[in-house]
C-alpha cells in the first residue's frame, strides 16, 4: 500500500481510536472497530495465523504476536489488572514489525496525518 493512502487510512480511523480512547474496558474498546470493520481482536489474531500469507512481503504473519498480545492485553484491562496490563501495553509498543516498533510506526502516522 502506498505511503499516502496508509496516511489516508490512518486520518480516516481517528474517530474510531477517540472513541475506544474513551472507553471503560478493553471488551468495549474492541466493541468500536468490530462495529466499523466487523472484527474482532480474535479474528485478526486467526487472519495472521494463515499460513497464506506466509512469505509475504507484506504478509500479516508478521502482525500475529503483535495481535496476540493486543487480545492479551484486552483481557488485563477487563480483569482489572492494571500494572500487568501496562506492562503489557509497554511490551505491545515496543514490539518490533518490519522496519520499526509500533510505538514508532504509529507515531510516524500522527505525525503524517497531523494527529498528535
Known amino acids: ?4 493512502r496508509i496516511v489516508k487510512a490512518w486520518h480516516q480511523i481517528q474517530p474510531l481510536r477517540q472513541k475506544a480512547a474513551k472507553a471503560t474496558a478493553g471488551t468495549e474498546t474492541g466493541q468500536v472497530f468490530k462495529g466499523s470493520f466487523r472484527l474482532t481482536l480474535e479474528d485478526l ?3 495472521y495465523a494463515d499460513q497464506g500469507w506466509k512469505g509475504s512481503a507484506y504478509g500479516c ?5 503483535i495481535a496476540k498480545r493486543a487480545v492479551e492485553l484486552k483481557a488485563l484491562i477487563d480483569a482489572g489488572r492494571e500494572d500487568e496490563a501496562r506492562q503489557l501495553l509497554n511490551l505491545l509498543l515496543g514490539s518490533s514489525h518490519n522496519t520499526g516498533t509500533v510505538n514508532e ?6 505525525e503524517r496525518s497531523g494527529h498528535l
Do not use: I
Open 1 to 4: 500500500m502506498g505511503s499516502r
Open 45 to 47: 489474531v486467526t487472519l
Open 61 to 65: 504473519n508478521a502482525w500475529l504476536p
Open 105 to 110: 510506526k504509529r507515531r510516524s502516522l500522527d
